[in-house]
């Protein structure tokens, strides 16, 4: 009976979100592809605020970071750093964002750097490498939902079966509704997130420790410097923790979504209000660490199959079952909503930047309308493929994000040198770029991160930044014409 609640309790999650997120497409059966796309540029400060806050409550937040703690310790930490940084780089950077896609009615990020460099062939590059780089983010959320669900229904519903059902549903009301449909079950999200985070991070470290100062005392005599860099890893030191934190901090944005999503904000201080207050969802990522390091306890004798379970079987170890079924559908909305906002970028990307600029030469005569049509259509596809690389290539979760934002975090130089610096060339940027993602890709592919710089350890993406930023600050300066558009 207790297996039927918690079912019950995870289809009325699954399919509730899913018929909020479709009703703004119900109701406008003939929704502009601006609204559809965009959210038609007139998302204000709290909508917008929920939006980017989704990006901060995935798959990650839920399964990683318990998961990293119960496995690493200290190096856990970073996760609680670089979302006050990432802020601090978004409070100069989204206003100026925005304003340019009011301006220029641009859509992507693509679309953005395309206008900031004058050359299409440069827009359609960035575009090829935002897709590569968003089908790991989105085959990480499938995977984590088909995990997820698969504990809280106890086996009842196979990994399989639940990202099946799940992306179906996500697929629909994307294909529906648009930004407006990730809009509309974001807040339902969020709220649900902060809520299951604070009572199972606060609750679970008293049941079993009686407090939090007791639990890190406990934690310290099971596995001595646990808690302190290199904590339960052999080179993840203090060196690696400040590259990685400066490497998420500086990629945070760059995600080719957060682009979309910063062009519906109604005006540029909608994100420099975000970015103030945005500081507050991140201190709840600690208490899913909490959780983490109550398992190293509780487990201390009886390790863990999967580290990144750590949440949901202490949860499911403590309560009765339909408890897991509350926890397991609010981890299931964790993973749908950022999918659905990443579907929603990819197809845009493909669509408008690949498929409209780089096929379709006389793209002035293709109808906004034709564009929407195409991204929908694609929606189905990409869900096709995500599901294909979920079922049969799965990955451990905190891995696959840092992978992609090892290599999303190459824009960087892009883009904010783009915004806010003169000489940016188009030649130092594609130089610069090519040599950041071979850097990725041959330093994670040989095992190579974090990179051993004598005794201490570097983020792979960071070193490779860094060359990136050179190489593209060097070209800029031999290049440039100084012709560059700003805002």
């Keep these: 009976m207790d297996n039927f609640g918690a079912l019950v309790i995870l289809f009325v999650f699954i399919i509730g979100i899913s018929i909020l997120g479709a009703i703004p497409g119900l109701k406008d059966r003939k929704m502009s592809a601006e609204n559809w796309a965009v ?23 839920f399964l990683g970071a318990s998961g990293w703690a119960y496995a690493r310790g200290g190096p856990t930490f970073y996760i609680l750093a670089y979302g006050g940084l990432a802020y601090l780089v978004g409070y100069h950077v ?3 964002v925005c304003a340019l896609g009011h301006r220029h009615k641009l859509v992507t990020q693509a ?31 499938l995977t984590a939902l088909g995990l997820i669900v698969e504990v809280a229904s106890l086996g009842a519903i196979g990994r399989v079966q639940a990202m099946l059902i799940a992306f179906v549903m996500v697929a629909a009301f994307v294909f529906l509704s648009g930004l407006k449909g990730v809009a509309s079950t974001a807040v339902f999200k969020d709220v649900s ?6 009572i199972f991070g606060i609750y679970l470290p008293y049941h079993y420790c009686g407090g939090f100062s007791e639990m890190f005392t406990a934690v310290e005599s099971i596995k001595p410097d646990f808690l302190t860099f290199p904590g339960g890893t052999k080179n993840l030191d203090v060196t690696w923790g400040m590259s990685t934190i400066a490497l998420t ?7 080719p979504h957060f682009s979309t999503n910063t062009f519906s904000a109604k005006d540029p201080d909608v994100p420099r209000h975000n970015a103030i207050y945005l500081p ?30 750590a949440f949901l079987f202490l949860v499911k170890d403590t309560f009765p079952t339909w408890v897991l079924g509350i926890l397991g559908g609010a981890g299931a ?20 930047n690949i498929y409209v600029r780089g096929f379709r030469h006389n793209d002035e005569h293709v109808s906004p309308e034709h564009m929407k049509n195409v991204a929908r259509y694609l929606i189905l596809i990409l869900t096709a493929i995500a599901l294909y690389l979920s079922i049969f290539h799965a990955n451990l979760l905190v891995n696959l994000l840092l992978t992609g934002y090892a290599g999303v975090t190459q824009f960087f130089p892009i883009i904010v040198l783009g915004l806010f610096w003169k000489k940016a060339s188009k030649l130092g940027a594609v130089c610069g770029l090519i040599v950041g993602e071979f850097l990725v890709f041959f330093l994670i592919l040989s095992k190579m991160d974090p990179v051993a710089l004598g005794s201490v350890h570097i983020n792979a993406g960071f070193f490779a930044l860094c060359i990136n930023t050179i190489v593209f600050v060097i070209v800029s300066m031999i290049t440039s014409s100084g012709k560059t558009k700003m805002i």
Excluded: K
Aim: proline content about 6%; some cysteine; overall charge neutral.
């Design 39 to 61: 959210g038609g540029r007139n998302f204000g400060r709290w909508l917008n605020w929920f939006i980017m806050c989704g990006e901060v409550y995935t798959a990650f937040a």
């Design 249 to 255: 901090a500086l990629g945070f944005y760059m995600w």
């Design 280 to 309: 507050f969802a991140q201190l709840a990522l600690i208490f899913p660490m909490l959780v983490g390091f109550t398992a190293v306890i509780v487990y201390a004798s009886n390790p863990l199959p999967r580290t990144d379970m």
């Design 94 to 96: 989204l206003p100026r």
């Design 333 to 352: 909305l964790a993973c749908m909503i950022p999918a659905a906002d990443l579907l929603l970028s990819t197809s845009l990307l493909i669509s408008r």
């Design 111 to 141: 679309d953005m750097v395309e206008y900031l460099y004058s050359s299409r062939p440069l827009g359609i590059f960035i575009s090829c490498v935002g897709v590569a780089f968003l089908l790991p983010y989105l085959q990480l959320q």
């Design 193 to 198: 997130m902060i809520a299951a985070m604070l």
